[in-house]
Structures are given as structure tokens and as C-alpha cells.
């Protein structure tokens, strides 16, 4: 089983709709979670840390449910430029012993369409 | 402008051969990460390095060697021994080992072995 699990997709989706993204994971010591985008051929960049309480930044919010061991990712009036691949991250080390490995999920894409 | 440099953007190597792929950065990281990305996975981590003069395995190190002789380079070697080496690979840093905070990548070298 995958550390970290996505479902690659794609998701194809109008302009303006409501998208979200689920990610699971295995270990249930991790301790901070991330969402990150890559645009085709290009770096990932981050897009939102994942807080216990959930969070949210302009059209996207993240959430985590440390029972169930999965995070979410949901996009509201989606436009042509969110189009990408959104990596789920994942870190299972404490602070006290972080060496700031992160573990990647293999991206959930997304293609907006007029 | 701060950030991370890679070179070359792309590379292209016959069988047998030993590259080098080059990763600078001037945001005064300690710490420094390697990753492969092949076609619709995620990102493994090769090497990885704390400090200068300091450095682990990830999880994937075989057939590759790093060197972290100073604080702003951290070159990856893909030797012979690499048995698949056609990859995406990205380099990538961050400011504290113990916090919850964001890696930073480069542009990524794509690597062709003809």
C-alpha cells in the first residue's frame, strides 16, 4: 500500500464548478500535511499547508480528518488556470526529529474547460 | 532574486555514462532534497542533506551520489550503475529542518538516456 494515495484522475471539470480532492494516508503518526500544485513540465509549488482545523484561502479549502486518515481539497468556481496536478504531502516525522522529508502522492489532475 | 537554480534544463546521456546535475540555491537553506518524478507517480527522494558536509540516503539512492561541500550547492551524480535513470528530476530546500514549513524546488533537469 501507498504511503500516500490519490486518485489520478483526470478530473475534468466546466469553469465555475465546485471540485474536490480526497488523498489517504497510511501512517497515522504524520504530523503536517500539504497541498501542492504542478503545472505540466514545471516544479511543484505550494499551495496550502492542511490544518487540524481546516483551512481556507480565497477559493480553496483544505481539510483533514486524522481518524479516517485522509485529507481533502476542494475548489470553488474553478477557472481555466487551476488546471494542473495537485500533490498531496505528507510528513510523518515530530519536530523534535524532523529532517523535513516530505512524501508525495502521485498528483490528482485537473483540466478546467470553458 | 532568491531561489534554486538547476542545470542543465535538459540532458541527454548514452548508456554507461556518469552526469552530473547541477542545484544552487541563495535562499540560505540548510537544507537541501533530491527527488525523481517519472510519468504519473510522485516524487521519491534520492538524497537529502542537512547540513554541509553532511547527507542520507532517501529512499531511492542506488545508482546515484550527492556531495554537499558548501551550503548554497548540492550536485547529484547518476551514475552507470543507475539501471533506469530517464527521469524528471528536482532539486529542493528548506530553511529548518524542525518546522512545519514549505520545500522550495527548482526548475527540474529532465534527463534522457539514448
Known amino acids: 500500500r501507498k504511503e500516500v494515495e490519490q486518485d489520478p484522475g483526470p478530473f475534468n471539470v466546466p469553469e465555475g464548478a465546485t471540485v474536490a480532492f480526497n488523498c489517504t494516508y497510511s501512517?497515522?503518526?504524520?504530523?503536517?500535511f500539504f497541498w501542492y500544485r504542478q503545472d505540466c513540465r514545471k516544479e511543484p509549488k505550494l499551495l496550502m499547508s492542511?490544518?487540524?482545523s481546516g483551512n481556507e484561502d480565497g477559493r480553496f479549502t483544505a481539510q483533514l480528518n486524522r481518524a479516517s486518515q485522509y485529507i481533502s481539497l476542494l475548489i470553488r468556481d474553478s477557472k481555466l488556470s487551476d488546471s494542473a496536478t495537485y500533490l498531496c504531502?505528507?510528513?510523518?516525522?515530530?519536530?523534535?526529529?524532523?529532517?523535513?522529508?516530505?512524501?508525495f502522492g502521485q498528483g490528482t489532475t485537473l483540466q478546467v474547460k470553458p | 532574486d532568491g531561489g534554486i537554480t538547476q542545470s542543465p534544463k535538459y540532458l541527454f546521456r548514452k548508456e554507461g555514462q556518469n552526469v552530473t546535475l547541477s542545484c544552487e540555491q541563495n535562499?540560505?537553506?540548510?537544507?537541501m532534497y533530491w527527488y525523481r518524478q517519472d510519468p504519473g507517480q510522485g516524487l521519491r527522494l534520492i538524497y537529502y542533506?542537512?547540513?554541509?558536509?553532511?547527507?542520507q540516503k532517501g529512499d531511492i539512492a542506488e545508482g546515484y551520489s550527492v556531495s554537499r561541500e558548501k551550503k548554497e550547492s548540492f550536485p547529484l551524480t547518476v551514475t552507470s550503475a543507475q539501471k533506469n535513470p530517464t527521469a524528471f528530476y528536482l532539486c529542493?530546500?528548506?530553511?529548518?529542518?524542525?518546522?512545519?514549513?514549505?520545500?522550495?524546488f527548482g526548475p527540474g533537469t529532465r534527463l534522457t538516456v539514448l
Open positions: 542533506s542537512q547540513i554541509v558536509n553532511d547527507f
Open positions: 501512517n497515522s503518526a504524520s504530523q503536517s
Open positions: 535562499l540560505n537553506h540548510d537544507a
Open positions: 492542511v490544518y487540524s
Open positions: 504531502v505528507v510528513n510523518i516525522e515530530k519536530s523534535s526529529s524532523n529532517t523535513g522529508k516530505l512524501i
Open positions: 529542493a530546500s528548506n530553511s529548518r529542518t524542525g518546522a512545519n514549513n514549505e520545500q522550495f
